[in-house]
């Protein structure tokens, strides 16, 4: 069963940055397409970046530039790194793992607060 375990969330200022770690567990992790998503509160869960196996990715239009995934296949890990954060940023942040063959799954999710 893949596990996904979010970290590096927390409360930073307007213009501030953070980088967000998944640690993934459980299956073959370079065969897995991996995603951030994030819900704000009253809101649906929306797309914010995706990774391909093969490095290829993928930013909804108000990250780009501003958000940047990556993944480690050594270490079974996705980073999510943020800068230029906003307070429309604030959102439990999820990690998505899915291997179009009928895996997909979500960790717990990480709170990012952009806040002064």
């Known amino acids: 069963q893949v596990q996904l375990v979010e970290s590096g969330g927390g409360l930073v200022q307007p213009g501030g940055s953070l980088r967000l770690s998944c640690a993934f567990s459980g299956s073959i992790f370079s065969h897995y397409i991996m995603g951030w998503y994030r819900q704000a509160p009253g809101k649906q869960r929306d797309l914010v970046a995706v990774?391909?196996?093969?490095?290829?990715?993928n930013y909804a239009d108000a990250m780009k530039g501003r958000f940047t995934i990556s993944r480690d296949n050594a270490k079974n890990t996705v980073s999510l790194q943020m800068i230029s954060l906003k307070p429309e940023d604030t959102a439990l942040y999820y990690c998505?793992?899915?291997?179009?063959?009928?895996?997909?799954?979500w960790g717990r999710g990480t709170q990012v607060t952009v806040s002064s």
């Open positions: 998505n793992a899915n291997n179009f063959a009928g895996n997909d799954y």
């Open positions: 990774i391909s196996t093969g490095g290829a990715t």
